[in-house]
Structure formats: structure tokens, C-alpha cells
């Protein structure tokens, strides 16, 4: 059981909680994830770690509400206490010996993107951020993300902040314009990481995504995470969650993120109606 | 007299058709009448054959002599001199490949029903016993355990009762390992479970949830910054194997591990689960252990119109636990023997892309084996009969093939040394290769009984006391 310290809205649908867990802040790196629990007899959410700070024994975490999972992660509040916070779990970002990285990040993934840039910036490392969102109410870390990056570019899709388009477009803007990256790091929606890496590989710059499916342990035992990258099976759990881009099968995994989509769909509806009825 | 009858005292069970169709206990457990009866079987033999058979040793004829006078706490604290679980080995163990194979009234007739017998033992203490475990005055050790399944119990449990300091660590939120994860209600209740656990706290036994070792704690730390002398790792087979079979990957491929703990660990049979799982009309398992028959079992109690067992070799083959496979057979689950998975196909409309049911399992491609020349195991090898491809229609497959041992602890433990199979190489006291490391159970072998597990447990639990009291 871990104690609540902080809790934000970045945006309305996007939650930051910084939680007491020294074991977890003791060992942990970006890139990595937490499992955690709401309460008892909820599921297991894995969230990668936004934050961390080994001194204080804290951890936060940044999670959209989707489903029935996070919403109920989301009535928790400050003081109160989140049943599990297991972790560091999977491998950690790989920023050995990069001396220029393009970081690319999509909506909620900012937050995860988020320390990797900080760690990458902290290094020596220049960094060059493109980070995109639907719409302006939207954005998220853009403070932090200007803070760790020598460059920031802001994409929104209908263009009411930043430049107007994907960011696909301004990291082509950017190759074009002659920035050679030693690498490309995508963390967003799937099918944004699908046409980063499409991208990159036309290109040829190296590419890491970040991948998030479904899973329930978390340390290798469920083979619930399954990915096929380059062609092999692998647990995204143990073996990523961090993979090359140019390797991952996208469309596998986009199909196998719809498993359980009608369960989660009537899930919602009910803890939506039993939510009315606590409200009448 | 001992009583001479040559056929077990019965099991009062469910009804198949009934069970098949909920998840609570199968057996029922004999009543003290029936324990009485089947304990008074036992010939007392001045060499005990059945002790041979058992892995923890339990002193088998003197727990049934106190069984059969009715005195039923002598006979529970007769078993708690070897076993920390009794309801649980009772009710999980293989006695007809242990125990009762060795009991000498095996041999004309039927053997004593010991594991039966047991498990009443357990259950009516756990019911009626007043005495709580005894606290063992400290001797100031601390001994870590990595893991909190029967491996991890058994040597908790072993070292508590000699004065040591002990506390586990488990990687999920609830303790026992398989026994919460694995093994579903209907054979292995989880309050018998939490029973089992309870009964050890009250000897001093720490557990720390959520704390995966190897991850959040190194085992080196355990030693040096945490201050425990010696550590025993005990954290299971890990790695669910798959077939490499074109479309498992599909929607609705499982592997055992993660259907059961869905079920077990994370009660998605319940009403109002948080966590989903699949509920087929027409289920496949791959697979002839005690874990395949869980999952058929499963799947049924789900609602399932159909569960089929897919397994390469025959009938006399298959690992399960005879009783398993004789409950599963009475519920209706089917087996294919001397069958093969080749493939496993899936939904796609190419008229519309979108379609929720593109990429979920509709079918499985099976090829006939034939028996081939003796293998490594002795047994005779199957081999595919050519042409004899057929597909079984099925919207679930569940991977029940056996597991291999997680890497997390042997890749973040220095020094550890690994078996060829990829298990932690211990020695026959289950000490490994770093000083003040023990192992046991899946963790050094792959996927075995609970059980060996918990002989293993045992013997690394001994050894810790001579190395650590001299």
C-alpha cells in the first residue's frame, strides 16, 4: 500500500499522482513501468514512471482516464492510499552515448516521454522535442518539455496551439532540413508510433518506441504482452517495454490492444451508471 | 483391528453436471466417520513404505493410528512436524505416484486413502482447532524468502518454527504463489490457502506484497544493505512456452498462466470483476498436466459449450493427477489424444478492415501422431501421421505446455550459477552457487508439483539452520 502525496490535472481527462514508494524510487530509471492497483479487488494497471526523486522516496505517475480502471485510480485523492505500486518493472530507456536524439511524443505519452528527454538533456545530450495533441486543452508538460529541450515543436491536429498537423510532419520537416539524429525515440498512440518509425526507416535514423499492451504480473509468468518484433515473440513485460520501431509488428499489436474491448466498453457503462445513481 | 476392506472409504463429490457448472470445491471431504474408517486401513507397518514416497517425510502411519482413535489434534500436530500445509498437500498432491503407491495395501486391494485423510485432518483443525500456533522464542537470524508460493511457505514456515526471523517477499498483491494464482477454487479453495498463510503469520512469518526481487530489491541487497544472512529463492517457473505456431498470437491465445491467474488470482469468475477473461463457446486446450486440466475445467465452469483437450501423446501419458482426469473426463471434457496443434486460424474480413472480430481464434488446425521409437523419456515418441490434417472449430486456445524458469533473478544476481534448462543450479541441499543463496522448487527445476516444491523447501530450510547455528 502506498500513500498519495500529490494529485493534478494536467488536462481533464489527464491525471498526475506522486506517490511515497522509496523501494520503487530507489531503483528506478526511465523508461520503466509500475503496476498498480487502485484497490483491492482492482485490476492491474501497468503505468510507465513520469517521475522520480531516490531522495524524497517518491514516484509519480501520469495516466489518462480510459476506462473503468483509471477511473477508479482517478477517484483516489491526496492522503488516501493506492492498494499496489509494484515496480520498477522492464528495461530501462538506453541513452548510453547519444549526443542527438529527436523525441517524439503524442498526447498522454508525453508523460512518459517526458523523463527521458530530462534524463537525455541532463546528460549532455541535445535534444529536440515534437510533441502533438488533438487540440490546445490538450497540451500537457509543455513547460517541462521547453525546460529539458533545445528545441520544441508543438503540433496540435486542428491547429488551435502550435503548428497545425501530425508530427510526422515536423519531424520530416526536420530530416529534410538536414538535423541528423542518432536517434528517434516515438511514445504515443500506436498508430503514431506506426508512422513515426515508417518514417524514420525511409529515412534510416534509429528508432525506439515504447509499447504499453495489455498484461497482469508483469514480470514475464502471464505472456499476456505478447509483441512480435523482427519476426520473434516476445514479452513486452521482461524484454521492453522498449522496442526498435523498424522491428515491432504495429498492426498486431493494435489488433490485439481490441481483445477485450467490449468487456471494457460494458465495464464502463456500469460504473458510469453506478456512479449516477451515488451522484442522485 | 486395522479394517480390512479392500476399497477406499468414497469421497463424497459434487455431481458432475452440477460442478461443471460452478466453481466451488469438487470433493467434499469425508466426514469423521469416513476419516475414521479410511485411517483404520493403515497397517501400521513397523517400515513404512509410504513414508519413502513422501518428499517432506510426513510420519504417515502415526498421524492415521491418531486418526483412527479419534484424536484428531494429536494427529494435526503429527503432521505439522514435517508439513506447514496439510489442507493444501492433502488436496493438491499426487499421492497415487508418492505415498499410496507405496502403501503396502496397495497391493491387494486399494491403497489407504492418506492424502483423503489428511486433508480432513487439516480442515477439522483449521475448523474446530483452539490452539494457535506457538511463536518460536527468537534466535535472532534473519532469513529472506524470495517468492510465496509452496517452496517460500515450506521454509518459512520451517525456520520460523526454529526461532528465526523470517520474511517473504512476493512480486504480486496476494501471497501463495501458485496455490492463489495457479490452482482454481474448485480444487484448491482460497481460503484454505489463506488459512494455510495465516497459520504462519501467527508463527512470525513477515510477507511483503508487491515487492518483486530482482526488480525492486536485488537479492545482493537482501544480504548487504537489508541485513538477512541467508536468502532462498523460491519464485517459480516463470515463462509460459508457446508452440511457435502460425496465428498463436490471434486474439483468444492464452497461455495457462495467464487464463488461470485472470481467473484465480484476479476473480474474473466473479460477478462484477474488474478483470476480464474469455468466455468460449468452444475451447481447446494444449496440453496433459494438471495445469491443462485446470484450464479445460475452467473454460467449462465459464460456460462453455465444449472443451476439448489436445494432447500429442495417450491416455497413459498424460502427467495430470489420476483424479484430475477422471473428474474432468465425468464432466464432459473431451480428449483428443495422440493429436498435434499445427496451426491455429483466425476471423478476417477483407471486405471491412475494421471489423472487431478480425484477428480472433475461429479454429485450430490439429494433425494425427502416431507412436514412434522410445524417446530421452522413455516414452515412445509421437510422430505426425501424414495427411491426417483436421480443424476443430474453437473461438479459445489455451497454451498448457509447461513453463521455463524467469530469468529476472539469475541476469540481476552476480555469482548465481544456471542450469542447463535455465533454472538456479543448486546442489542436493539446495545451496547454489553464492554463498548464503538457497533455492528451490520451479526456480531449480521448471515446472514440477507443489509438493517437490515444498520437499525443496525443506531441504534448503535445514540447510540454512546448519550453516547460519553451525
Known amino acids: ?280 | 483391528m486395522p479394517n480390512m476392506k479392500k476399497e477406499k472409504t468414497p469421497m463424497p463429490v459434487q455431481e458432475p453436471a452440477v460442478r461443471a457448472r460452478n466453481f466451488k470445491e469438487v470433493a467434499l471431504g469425508y466426514t469423521k466417520e469416513d476419516a475414521m474408517e479410511e485411517a483404520a486401513r493403515c497397517l501400521n507397518c513397523k517400515n513404512p513404505f509410504c513414508m519413502t514416497g513422501c518428499p517432506v517425510k510426513v510420519h504417515i502411519p502415526d498421524f492415521l493410528q491418531e486418526v483412527a482413535k479419534g484424536d484428531f489434534d494429536k494427529a494435526y500436530e503429527v503432521l505439522s512436524l514435517s508439513t506447514s500445509l496439510p489442507a493444501v498437500c492433502g488436496r493438491v498432491c499426487p499421492q497415487e505416484s508418492q505415498c499410496e503407491k507405496e502403501c503396502i495395501r496397495g497391493k491387494k486391494g486399494e491403497s489407504v486413502g492418506i492424502g483423503r485423510v489428511e486433508r480432513f485432518v487439516a480442515d477439522y483443525h483449521n475448523e474446530h482447532g483452539t490452539a494457535k500456533p506457538q511463536k518460536a522464542e527468537s534466535n535472532g537470524h534473519r532469513v529472506a524468502i524470495v517468492g510465496s508460493g509452496p517452496a517460500g511457505l515450506t521454509c518459512a514456515g520451517d525456520l520460523a518454527k526454529a526461532g528465526f526471523e523470517v520474511t517473504i517477499f512476493e512480486a504480486l498483491h496476494t501471497p501463495g504463489g501458485v496455490l492463489t494464482y495457479g490452482i482454481p477454487e474448485f480444487r484448491l479453495p482460497k481460503s484454505i490457502v489463506a488459512k494455510e498463510i495465516e497459520n504462519l503469520k501467527e508463527l512470525g512469518v513477515k510477507i511483503e506484497t508487491d515487492v518483486i526481487i530482482g526488480k525492486t530489491v536485488m537479492v545482493d541487497d537482501l544480504q548487504k544493505e537489508f541485513g538477512f544472512e541467508a536468502v532462498f529463492i523460491g519464485s517459480g517457473a516463470g515463462l509460459p512456452n508457446f508452440m511457435n505456431l502460425p496465428g498463436e498470437n490471434l486474439n483468444g491465445v492464452l497461455s495457462a498462466n495467464e487464463f488461470l491467474t485472470r481467473n484465480n488470482l484476479m476473480k474474473a469468475y466473479l460477478p462484477g470483476a474488474k478483470t476480464p477473461i474469455p468466455k468460449a463457446k468452444n475451447a481447446v486446450i494444449v496440453g496433459g498436466g494438471n495445469v491443462a486440466m485446470d484450464a479445460a475445467r475452467t473454460a467449462l465452469r465459464l460456460g462453455a459449450d465444449s472443451v476439448k483437450i489436445v494432447y500429442r501423446r495417450t491416455r497413459e501419458d498424460l502427467p495430470a493427477r489420476l483424479e484430475e482426469i477422471e473428474h474432468a473426463m465425468e464432466e464432459g471434457i473431451e480428449f483428443l489424444f495422440l493429436t498435434n496443434p499445427v496451426e491455429i486460424i483466425g476471423y478476417s474480413n477483407p471486405e471491412d478492415r475494421r471489423d472487431p472480430k478480425n484477428g480472433s481464434v475461429i479454429g485450430m488446425k490439429c494433425v494425427k501422431m502416431e507412436q514412434g521409437e522410445p524417446d530421452a523419456s522413455g516414452r515412445r515418441r509421437p510422430v505426425p501421421i501424414e495427411g491426417s490434417e483436421f480443424v476443430i472449430d474453437c473461438d479459445l486456445v489455451v497454451m498448457s505446455i509447461g513453463t521455463s524458469p524467469n530469468p529476472l533473478i539469475l541476469s540481476t544476481t552476480p555469482g548465481l550459477e544456471a542450469t542447463r534448462k535455465g533454472g538456479i543450479a543448486v546442489d542436493e541441499n539446495g545451496k547454489s552457487s553464492q554463498d548464503g543463496i538457497y533455492a528451490g522448487g520451479d526456480a531449480v527445476t521448471g515446472a514440477a508439483t507443489v509438493i517437490l516444491a515444498m520437499g525443496a523447501g525443506k531441504t534448503a530450510a535445514k540447510a540454512i539452520q546448519e550453516k547460519i547455528l553451525g
Open chain 1, 1 to 280: 500500500m502506498v500513500e498519495i502525496l500529490e494529485k493534478e490535472y494536467l488536462n481533464p481527462t489527464v491525471v498526475r499522482m506522486k506517490v511515497k514508494a522509496p523501494l520503487v524510487a530507489r531503483n528506478c530509471e526511465p523508461g520503466q513501468f509500475v503496476i498498480v492497483r487502485a484497490e483491492e479487488g482492482g485490476e492491474r494497471i501497468p503505468l510507465t514512471i513520469a517521475d522520480f526523486d531516490r531522495q524524497a522516496g517518491t514516484v509519480s505517475i501520469i495516466f489518462q482516464i480510459v476506462g473503468v480502471g483509471t477511473r477508479s485510480l482517478e477517484r483516489k485523492e491526496v492522503g488516501g492510499n493506492l492498494a499496489s505500486f509494484a515496480g520498477p518493472l522492464g528495461k530501462k530507456t538506453e541513452t548510453e552515448g547519444l549526443k542527438k536524439v529527436c523525441i517524439v511524443a503524442g498526447g498522454v505519452g508525453s508523460a512518459i516521454a517526458l523523463p527521458v528527454a530530462k534524463k537525455l538533456y541532463q546528460q549532455g545530450c541535445n535534444v529536440t522535442t515534437v510533441a502533438g495533441f488533438r487540440n490546445k486543452d490538450l497540451v500537457i508538460l509543455e513547460k517541462e518539455f521547453r525546460t529539458y529541450s533545445q528545441k520544441f515543436i508543438l503540433m496540435s491536429d486542428d491547429g488551435s496551439v502550435g503548428e497545425k498537423g501530425l508530427v510526422t510532419d515536423a519531424l520530416e520537416k526536420e530530416i529534410l532540413a538536414g538535423e541528423k539524429f542518432d536517434r528517434v525515440i516515438a511514445i504515443g498512440p500506436l498508430v503514431m508510433m506506426k508512422f513515426v518509425s515508417l518514417l524514420t526507416k525511409k529515412y534510416e535514423v534509429p528508432t525506439v518506441v515504447s509499447m504499453n499492451p495489455v498484461m497482469i504480473d508483469g514480470t514475464g509468468m502471464c505472456g499476456g504482452c505478447r509483441l512480435v518484433v523482427g519476426g520473434k515473440t516476445v514479452f513486452a513485460c521482461v524484454e521492453g517495454p522498449e522496442f526498435d520501431g523498424h522491428q515491432v509488428d504495429f498492426d498486431l499489436a493494435m489488433q490485439k490492444g481490441m481483445a477485450y474491448r467490449s468487456f471494457e466498453q460494458k465495464a464502463l457503462e456500469e460504473d458510469c451508471n453506478l456512479f449516477k445513481k451515488e451522484a442522485e
